[in-house]
């Protein structure tokens, strides 16, 4: 039996998630379809290596002190990792969610006891939108810090850090495609940056759910969006600091239907129980797979769990109404 370290608590625990191959769609496609386990970090989701990141060089760079108060503006999993590693950490949590979010995700917030405040969903553009008002909160309240994932670069210096390289590890650097989809962008970013570095034929395809601008940008240069997702924590209507310059060489757009049926796929086939931005990568790497055709090692974020989701995403009655399922 292989010995595993004892780590210090919850901040220890982060990262060093397993890659788990994907049996149906790896043996339907010929393909290793692999899925970086993220929901096995200590707050669920890969978004712990950003918010530890992101806390720790505001430590190292004395913007925050003891007791301080860490303010963001989130879908939900960063606020969760933050709220996590400022109980760890002896620091306060303020998080700014879109009422748009699932119920599931507000609910675990409160539970770790995040100060969470709801705001209506509204574009970037609006001085109300979710993310402006997180940065004017942590202006108005004394120690307290704008952790600003989209545009702060800890974010992607974590993936760059961590995520690429124990896929080259784990992998032995055998691995023909990356590919996930894009919130802040860091996950992709980064690890694509430390992937391309390493072999610069690594394929880095960016996945991108409907209602999203990148996949347009990839293609043509130019942010369009089209259409809607019911997908959470996914999908941009900018280029943020994180995704600039990011290595890019196609994208692929991945629709509501093919993402639901990918996660019912993986529940009834493989065990999994997964939440709604991995049907979106888990949709990508699929449609990779068949057109690349068998002998090709394809690796993917498993983000985070079904359960976050249960009421829209595992919802039929939900599904339905939204069109998605007949
Ligand atoms: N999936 C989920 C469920 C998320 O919460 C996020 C983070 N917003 C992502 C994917 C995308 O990660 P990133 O912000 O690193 O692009």
Redesign the pocket.
């Known amino acids: 039996m292989m010995a595993l370290p004892i780590l210090n608590g919850f901040v220890s625990a982060i990262g060093n998630t397993p890659l788990l191959r994907i049996p149906s769609l790896s043996e339907e496609t010929g393909c290793e379809i692999l899925g970086k386990a993220e929901f096995l970090n200590p707050g669920g989701?890969?978004?712990d290596r950003?918010a530890l990141y992101i806390i720790e060089e505001a430590e190292r760079s004395g913007r925050l002190k003891a007791g301080g108060t860490v303010v963001e503006g989130t879908?939900?999993?960063?606020g969760i990792g933050l709220t996590h590693i400022c109980n760890a950490k002896g620091y306060k949590s303020i998080i700014v969610i879109p009422e748009t979010q699932s119920k599931e995700k507000i609910e675990i917030l409160r539970t770790l006891g995040a100060d969470v405040r709801l705001v209506p969903a509204v574009p970037y553009a609006n001085e109300n939108n979710y993310v402006k008002v997180a940065g004017r909160i942590a202006q108005e309240i004394p120690n307290a810090i704008w952790a600003n994932?989209f545009d702060n670069l800890a974010?992607k210096q974590a993936h760059y850090e961590t995520t690429g390289p124990e896929i080259w590890r784990d992998t032995n650097g055998k691995i023909d495609v990356w590919v996930t989809?894009?919130?802040?962008?860091?996950?992709?970013a980064g690890t694509a940056e430390y992937l391309k570095k390493q072999n610069p034929n690594i394929r880095c395809i960016v996945a991108d759910p409907y209602g999203s601008g990148i996949y347009s940008f990839v293609k043509t240069g130019t942010i369009q969006i089209e259409g809607s997702s019911i997908t959470?924590?996914?999908g941009q209507g900018r280029i943020t600091k994180n995704m600039e310059g990011m290595p890019a060489d196609d994208a692929i757009r991945i629709d509501d239907k093919e993402c639901i049926r990918i996660l019912e796929h993986v529940l009834r086939k493989d065990g999994l129980f997964l939440?709604?931005?991995v049907g979106i990568n888990l949709g990508a790497a699929y449609k990779i797979a068949k057109e690349l055709g068998p002998g090709h090692t394809i690796v993917t974020v498993l983000?985070?769990t079904g359960a976050k989701y249960q009421s829209k995403v595992f919802n039929h009655e939900f599904l339905k109404e939204k069109g998605i399922l007949p």
């Open positions: 989701s890969v978004k950003a879908a939900g999993n960063t994932q974010n989809s894009l919130g802040t962008g860091g996950t992709y959470e924590g996914i939440g709604g931005s983000c985070d």
